[in-house]
């Protein structure tokens, strides 16, 4: 079935750096969602992206959808450490159920 | 009051128990979902529904059942818990159009000893 694939498993950086994290599907994705889940917390929606290519910012995120619709990308400029926790990403399998990445997690050191 | 309540918060039980997690919902959204979530294994989804009538197994169904009493409602029974059921399980929902993403419930922290 299909799969969506996360790296990395884990990152830690200091406070003012950058992060990225990538997922990567085998096939073509019709949409991908990110979310962002706090240490103890829950999955809360960050964003959709739909188009081929499209780039979208929310303050020091931006996230991409790859031109082939395979892959996608949230990096955060200047990290702080609000910004902990993990960060998935999701595509839809058949019809409205979404497929989770396997996460990345997030350190933030002051 | 949060737009997805879960209950219990935490819970633990003895192998061979039956327990059922209760989710229930004020976002007015027909598609409920359950996913149990492992370290590092992501979030994998166990049932899911559409609405009322529509009942749909996940990936991972096995030794789970589920029960939609009302559009709002939608609850997860483990008949015969066993260890490996330990896990953070999570109630979902969305709206038909996806757009403003799956609104997940605060979990239910399961423990089977």
């Known amino acids: 079935g299909q799969q969506v694939m996360q790296i990395p498993q884990y990152q830690h950086v200091q406070e003012g750096e950058d992060f990225t994290t990538y997922c990567n599907s085998s096939t073509t994705l019709s949409n991908i969602q990110w979310y962002k889940q706090r240490p103890g917390g829950h999955p809360v929606f960050l964003i959709q992206l739909v188009k081929s290519g499209e780039v979208k910012k929310q303050k020091r995120l931006t996230f991409q959808f790859g031109e082939a619709k395979k892959n996608s990308s949230l990096h955060i400029t200047a990290t702080q450490t609000t910004d902990v926790g993990t960060y998935f990403c999701?595509?839809?399998?058949?019809?409205?159920?979404?497929?989770f990445g396997t996460g990345t997690r997030l350190l933030v050191s002051p | 009051d949060a737009d997805v309540t879960q209950t219990p918060r935490n819970r633990i039980t003895k192998t061979g128990k039956r327990i059922m997690l209760e989710c229930s919902q004020t976002?007015?959204?027909?598609?409920m979902y359950w996913y149990r979530q492992d370290p590092g294994l992501g979030l994998r989804l166990i049932y899911y529904?559409?609405?009322?009538?529509?009942?749909n197994k996940g990936e991972i169904s096995d030794g789970y059942s589920v029960s939609r009493q009302a559009q709002a409602k939608f609850s997860l029974s483990l008949e015969s818990a066993i260890p490996n059921q330990t896990a953070l399980y999570f109630c979902?929902?969305?709206?038909?159009?996806?757009?403003?993403?799956?609104?997940f419930g605060s979990g239910t922290r399961l423990t089977v000893v």
């Open positions: 999701a595509a839809p399998r058949g019809f409205q159920k979404l497929v």
């Open positions: 529904s559409f609405d009322v009538k529509d009942i």
């Open positions: 976002k007015g959204h027909d598609r």
């Open positions: 979902a929902t969305s709206d038909f159009g996806q757009s403003y993403g799956y609104t």
